[in-house]
C-alpha cells in the first residue's frame, strides 16, 4: 500500500506515520509538510510544500497512492471564524479537490473531532467549520471516511504543538492508563488512531462516520 500523509508534523499525524513505518504491508509513505519532519526511513519520501493552497504542477508527485491520511489541522482558540475556516476548509479542499482529481480511487480519511456538528448550524465555531468540512469531502466522488476522536494519548514521545495542551498532557500523564482501562471508547492512543486508519484503509468500514466508539471497535480493547 502507497499512503500520503499530510500534517505528519503534528500530534496525530506523526503518530499515523510512525505507524504507516512500521506496517509491513505499506511500501511507501509520502508526507507532505511545510517543514520536514526528520525522520529517516528506507520507505520514507517528503514533499516540502508551503504553498498548501495550490498544487497545480505536482500531478506526478501526488499520484499513485491508494490512501490519504488529512492529519492537518489546527486549534480554534482565539480565532476569527473566517481564519478558522481558510485553514480548517480551505487547504483541505483544496488538497482533496486536486487528489480526487489525481486518484479517484483512492482512499481518503480525514481526521476530525469529537463534537463536530454535521448540520453546519451549531453555535459551536469549530464544530460547525469542520461540519462543513466534513459534508464537502463526502461529497466529492471517492471513498472517503472522517474520523472523530476524543482524548488522544501521545505516546512515543510525541507531543502537541499547543502549548496549554502539552501542559494538559502532563498533568494527566501518570492516571492515563487508569483512564484508558475505564473509559477505553473516550480515549485512543496515537498509535491506536493510525492503526485505526490504516485498517479503514485497507477494508473499509460501515459508515463514513467514525466516531470514537467506532475507531476503539476497529483497533480492540486497550492494552
Same mark, same amino acid.
Given at each position: 500500500m502507497k499512503v500520503l500523509i499530510f500534517g505528519a508534523t503534528g500530534m496525530v499525524?506523526?503518530?499515523?506515520?510512525?505507524?504507516?513505518?512500521?506496517?509491513?504491508d505499506v511500501?511507501?509513505?509520502? #508526507?507532505?509538510? $511545510?517543514?520536514p519532519t526528520g525522520l529517516s526511513d528506507t520507505k520514507l519520501r517528503e514533499i516540502v510544500h508551503s504553498h498548501l493552497e495550490s498544487y497545480a504542477g505536482m500531478e506526478s508527485s501526488l499520484a499513485g497512492f491508494d490512501a490519504c491520511f488529512f492529519c492537518l489541522g489546527i486549534t480554534s482558540s482565539g480565532m476569527?471564524?473566517?481564519?478558522?475556516?481558510r485553514v480548517t476548509y480551505g487547504i483541505t479542499m483544496a488538497a482533496a479537490?486536486?487528489?480526487?482529481?489525481?486518484?479517484?480511487?483512492? #482512499?481518503?480519511?480525514?481526521? @476530525?473531532?469529537?463534537? #463536530?456538528? @454535521? #448540520?453546519?448550524?451549531?453555535?459551536?465555531?469549530?464544530?460547525?467549520?469542520?461540519?462543513?468540512?466534513?459534508n464537502a469531502l463526502l461529497r466529492?466522488?471517492?471513498?472517503?471516511?472522517?474520523? $472523530?476522536?476524543?482524548?488522544?494519548?501521545?505516546?512515543?514521545?510525541?507531543? @502537541?504543538?499547543?502549548? @496549554?495542551?502539552?501542559?494538559?498532557?502532563?498533568?494527566?500523564a501518570p492516571i492515563l492508563p487508569l483512564l484508558r482501562r475505564l473509559f477505553p471508547s473516550w480515549i485512543l492512543s496515537t498509535r491506536e488512531i493510525g492503526q485505526a486508519m490504516l485498517s479503514v484503509a485497507r477494508h473499509g468500514y460501515p459508515k463514513p462516520i467514525l466516531e470514537t466508539s467506532d475507531l476503539r471497535k476497529v483497533v480492540g480493547p486497550p492494552t
Open positions: 499525524g506523526h503518530g499515523v506515520l510512525l505507524e504507516c513505518l512500521r506496517d509491513t511500501e511507501l509513505v509520502v #508526507t507532505l509538510v $511545510r517543514s476569527k471564524e473566517a481564519a478558522y475556516e479537490q486536486a487528489l480526487c482529481a489525481i486518484n479517484p480511487g483512492m #482512499t481518503f480519511i480525514y481526521v @476530525s473531532g469529537s463534537g #463536530t456538528d @454535521s #448540520t453546519e448550524r451549531g453555535r459551536i465555531m469549530w464544530a460547525r467549520v469542520k461540519g462543513r468540512t466534513e466529492l466522488p471517492w471513498k472517503a471516511y472522517m474520523l $472523530r476522536p476524543g482524548f488522544i494519548q501521545p505516546m512515543d514521545g510525541i507531543e @502537541s504543538k499547543t502549548p @496549554s495542551y502539552r501542559v494538559f498532557y502532563k498533568v494527566l
